[in-house]
């Protein structure tokens, strides 16, 4: 059963920086996608940036040039660097990885004050 672990949310003031990581354990097959979605409160989920096994990632408009994906060398880790955010970046960030099927984390709070 694959089991994806999320860790690096937590309170920041605006303008502040947090790492975001996820795992997909239980696995000894590579995820062909991986990525970070959020979702605001009354707000639906969203795309914040993915990226392919072979490197290629995309980003929401909303975090082009401040957000940053990598995948580890595992290939089954993805990591998320935020940096300058606002308080529009206040949500749940959930860990998404597709092979064959898709899994999803159990969410992490990211909360920007301003």
């Known amino acids: 059963q694959v089991r994806m672990v999320e860790s690096g949310g937590g309170l920041v003031q605006a303008g502040g920086s947090l790492r975001l990581s996820c795992t997909a354990s239980?696995?000894?097959?590579?995820?062909?996608?991986m990525g970070w979605y959020r979702q605001a409160p009354g707000k639906v989920r969203e795309l914040v940036a993915s990226i392919t096994a072979d490197g290629s990632t995309n980003y929401g408009d909303s975090v082009k040039g401040r957000f940053t994906i990598s995948r580890g060398n595992d290939k089954n880790t993805v990591y998320l660097q935020m940096n300058s955010l606002t308080p529009e970046d206040t949500g749940v960030y959930y860990c998404?990885?597709?092979?064959?099927?898709?899994?999803w984390g159990q969410g992490t709070q990211v909360t920007v004050s301003s």
């Open positions: 998404k990885a597709v092979r064959a099927v898709t899994y």
């Open positions: 239980a696995t000894i097959f590579s995820m062909n996608v």
